[in-house]
């Protein structure tokens, strides 16, 4: 394949994000068009030589001139848009989740395998260079098979509420990142999931049967066990740490900070703040995954996170969703 004319729908900060990655870091992809342009997005999709926009995404998905379209709208719209696209035989990059409707996505898995196109959903923290390499100190068998995964993940702050009301709440637009963090680093999947949740900050997100802090205890079929502790609240910063423990050791993810300057003085140690938030801390994943969607479309190699997986994570994600309501574990089958 030459060059992968993409069009994009969804030019909020993901897919500004997605669209510059493209621009500066495939040489062999383009954004050629996007859809449903407002007036104050044309500065940016011209400084991004974005010259095409179309009146519906309909249109944009039946012309002959895009290959492939990135899919960046609020979760509401992607089971259309992928159908759409699908359809229209154009491959598929999607931002997660895939859907809120566990039906719809196993429609998408079906529809994307028939129509026999490139799919990959956006679980881009597993591109991060440090999952990677722990992952790839896994794989070489550096810890054993893995028998306990911590994962810490907490925002400095939640989303507003008008965003909550349609977000699916904290297990699956949140957590589910770290549902399928877990399904990559352990390689098995979950058969069990037990949750346990509550309301500690002041915005009154169980207004809308949401939670801002949850603990989450994953059991793989293997017998890994994996925890991990979701807060939209915290104090000190973007936390994002993780660990992975076997039999011949642990390897483990720290924070990453704003810079690697500290002081010691008789009130202690000190070092700069964490990264803000996902964008400043996942930037090279974002940058990793749109060039893994490129390669392996030019290259005609599977995709490194297919629809299955969207499928898997969003499974353990209404589990988890469901083991709060009915206080009990839950199986996944």
């Known amino acids: 394949m030459g060059t992968i004319n993409f069009g994009?729908?969804?030019?909020?900060?993901?897919?500004?994000?997605?669209?510059?990655?493209?621009?500066?870091?495939?040489p062999n992809a383009q954004v050629v068009a996007a859809c449903r342009v407002s007036d104050d997005k044309k500065d940016f999709l011209h400084q991004n030589r974005v010259e095409r926009y179309f009146d519906t995404y309909e249109q944009m998905v039946n012309d002959p001139?895009?290959?492939?379209?990135i899919i960046a709208s609020p979760t509401a719209f992607h089971y259309e848009h992928i159908l759409l696209a699908a359809q229209a035989g154009k491959h598929i990059f999607c931002e997660k989740p895939i859907d809120l409707s566990y039906d719809k996505v196993q429609h998408v898995v079906a529809e994307v395998a028939a129509a026999r196109v490139h799919f990959m959903v956006g679980f881009n923290r597993r591109f991060d260079p440090n999952v990677l390499k722990l992952k790839q100190a896994i794989d070489q068998g550096k810890t054993g098979t893995p028998q306990i995964v911590k994962i810490v993940s907490r925002d400095p702050g939640p989303p507003p509420l008008d965003y909550i009301k349609t977000s699916?709440?904290?297990?699956?637009?949140?957590?589910?990142?770290?549902?399928?963090?877990?399904?990559?680093?352990?390689?098995?999947?979950?058969?069990?999931?037990?949750?346990?949740?509550?309301?500690?900050?002041?915005?009154?997100?169980?207004?809308?049967?949401?939670?801002d802090t949850a603990m989450t205890t994953l059991i793989f079929k293997n017998g890994c066990m994996a925890q991990i502790d979701n807060s939209r609240n915290s104090s000190y910063g973007y936390d994002q740490r993780l660990e992975v423990f076997g039999a011949e050791g642990m390897y483990a993810m720290k924070n990453i900070f704003e810079d690697s300057v500290f002081a010691q003085d008789a009130n202690g140690y000190h070092s700069a703040r964490t990264k803000y938030f996902f964008i400043e801390r996942y930037e090279a994943s974002y940058r990793k995954i749109i060039q893994s969607f490129v390669t392996t479309l030019s290259n005609n190699q599977p995709s490194e996170v297919t629809a299955e997986d969207g499928l898997a994570a969003l499974s353990i994600a209404m589990a988890a969703k469901k083991s709060l309501k009915e206080n009990n574990p839950i199986a996944v089958n």
């Open 8 to 26: 994009i729908v969804g030019l909020g900060r993901i897919g500004k994000i997605h669209l510059t990655n493209v621009q500066l870091y495939c």
């Open 65 to 69: 001139d895009i290959h492939a379209v």
């Open 168 to 211: 699916g709440g904290l297990f699956l637009d949140m957590a589910i990142h770290d549902f399928d963090m877990a399904r990559y680093l352990v390689g098995d999947e979950v058969v069990q999931v037990q949750s346990n949740g509550t309301v500690f900050g002041s915005l009154p997100v169980d207004q809308y049967d949401d939670i």
